[in-house]
T-cell receptor
Framework: GAGVSQSPSNKVTEKGKDVELRCDPI?????LYWYRQSLGQGLEFLIY????????KSGLPSDRFSAERTGGSVSTLTIQRTQQEDSAVYLC???????????FGPGTRLTVT | GNSVTQMEGPVTLSEEAFLTINCTYT??????LFWYVQYPGEGLQLLLK?????DKGSNKGFEATYRKETTSFHLEKGSVQVSDSAVYFC?????????????FGSGTRLSIRP
């Protein structure tokens, strides 16, 4: 079946602009995660959705970052007033349930100029 | 809290050499353990997993054994190939705890010389 898809694959934006990144998880997966991977670094957890529960936002680095998940499926990560330090690859993953292995999308490479 | 520590890279080996990438973990419950791999220009893929003590995960010639007594999950391969060049991430999750995410190590970059 189809894997996790993300769009756009690449995004270049000017400092101060808002951006929206989209994630389509694997159908039927109840858990959805967003991570950030800066150049040469590991994965930084951002936010987690599980079913209809309140999301775990503990990894969001500032209030400029937000995410929503509509209908328990598609998720959008929004970064407001982007800064150069927001430049990174943003990865989305889904899993059948909390604690199970995660399936990653190809990522969105964000460049803030 | 839960954490994962893996050996720093980069690791550079010649083709057909034996590979070990060390990984140790700290967990309050009974986690599942994973190795993910990220090939150049690609997304993360699950390489192998083990869900309980003494389980051995294996895939593509790679193996890792869940050692509860040493809290380790070292990745091994007997004979590496150039195509194994990638970044490898050790990770854990505890499906029975309130933790809601997989904890990843910092990654180990592996380069194989022909």
């Amino acid at each position: 079946g189809a894997g996790v898809s993300q769009s756009p694959s690449n995004k270049v934006t000017e400092k101060g602009k808002d951006v929206e990144l989209r994630c389509d998880p694997i159908s039927g997966h109840t858990a959805l995660y967003w991570y950030r991977q800066s150049l040469g670094q590991g994965l930084e957890f951002l936010i987690y959705f599980q079913g209809n529960s309140a999301p775990d936002k503990s990894g969001l680095p500032s209030d400029r970052f937000s995410a929503e998940r509509t209908g328990g499926s598609v998720s959008t990560l929004t970064i407001q007033r982007t800064q150069q330090e927001d430049s990174a690859v943003y990865l989305c993953a889904s899993s059948p349930n909390q604690g199970y292995e995660q399936y990653f999308g190809p990522g969105t490479r964000l460049t803030v100029t | 809290g839960n954490s994962v520590t893996q050996m720093e890279g980069p690791v550079t080996l010649s083709e057909e050499a034996f590979l070990t990438i060390n990984c140790t973990y700290t967990a309050t419950g009974y986690p599942s353990l994973f190795w993910y791999v990220q090939y150049p220009g690609e997304g993360l893929q699950l390489l192998l997993k083990a869900t309980k003590a003494d389980d051995k995960g294996s895939n593509k010639g790679f193996e890792a054994t869940y050692r509860k007594e040493t809290t380790s999950f070292h990745l091994e391969k007997g004979s590496v190939q150039v195509s194994d060049s990638a970044v490898y991430f050790c990770a854990l999750s505890d499906p029975y705890s309130s933790a809601s995410k997989i904890i990843f190590g910092s990654g180990t970059r592996l380069s194989i010389r022909p």
